[in-house]
T-cell receptor, first 118, second 117 residues
Framework: GAVVSQHPSWVICKSGTSVKIECRSL??????MFWYRQFPKQSLMLMAT?????????EQGVEKDKFLINHASLTLSTLTVTSAHPEDSSFYIC??????????????FGPGTRLTVL | AQKITQTQPGMFVQEKEAVTLDCTYD???????LFWYKQPSSGEMIFLIY??????QNATEGRYSLNFQKARKSANLVISASQLGDSAMYFC??????????????FGSGTRLSIRP
């Protein structure tokens, strides 16, 4: 259980175009999803917290107009990188939270999307 | 301020040996959670183990154990009998405060573990 998928798994686009990445919780409802960015050989940096039916909360330094987040349903959040540039090339990972029960494993991660902007 | 510190950028360990990955954290909350994740070259984040701040026993999951020293604010991961498949990046992470669905998890810089045959 608690499977999170991302689509696409990788994408190559030209500079100036927009790219949409989907994050889906397959077997549970996620009121909250998180978007992370990971540059090569670096850690995961939280970009924003996405809540179903409301505006996303962005971390300091993340441009909300460049990284559009929509959480339209309890199982789907999308991240759109608008007017992408080569410096936006990165590995984007989403996660979704479930009630922790007793395990403490609260966040389940998607497999990630590798974005390359030419 | 950096909340999670992993001081070992890389480690090499002989197969079948035990290895300890260091993690220290900083928080003023009394309630928090500590996590370890494994990230192989494929990029997926694999949950390994969790320790709650109020848990009195050190967490264990198979070959993984978490050496939780609350007063020293450390949460080291111990992998016993290392295997070649353990070669990966390992991230220590923390959730501050009591759990809610909106709780954020902050990650350390990671340690790249390489197992020698």
């Amino acid at each position: 259980g608690a499977v999170v998928s991302q689509h696409p798994s990788w994408v190559i686009c030209k500079s100036g175009t927009s790219v949409k990445i989907e994050c889906r919780s397959l077997d549970f409802q996620a009121t909250t999803m998180f978007w992370y960015r990971q540059f090569p050989k670096q850690s995961l940096m939280l970009m924003a917290t996405s809540n179903e039916g409301s505006k996303a909360t962005y971390e300091q330094g993340v441009e909300k107009d460049k990284f559009l987040i929509n959480h339209a349903s309890l199982t789907l959040s999308t991240l759109t990188v608008t007017s992408a540039h080569p410096e936006d090339s990165s590995f984007y990972i989403c996660s979704a939270t479930v009630n922790p029960g007793t395990s403490g494993n609260e966040q389940f991660f998607g497999p990630g999307t590798r974005l390359t902007v030419l | 301020a950096q909340k999670i510190t992993q001081t070992q950028p890389g480690m090499f360990v002989q197969e079948k040996e035990a290895v300890t990955l260091d993690c220290t954290y900083d928080t003023s909350d009394q309630s928090y959670g500590l996590f370890w994740y494994k990230q192989p070259s494929s990029g997926e984040m694999i949950f390994l183990i969790y320790q709650g701040s109020y848990d009195e026993q050190n967490a264990t999951e198979g070959r993984y154990s978490l050496n939780f020293q609350k007063a020293r604010k450390s949460a080291n991961l111990v992998i016993s009998a290392s295997q070649l498949g353990d070669s990966a990046m390992y991230f220590c992470a923390m959730r501050e405060g009591r759990y809610s669905s909106a709780s954020k998890i902050i990650f350390g810089s990671g340690t790249r573990l390489s197992i020698r045959p």
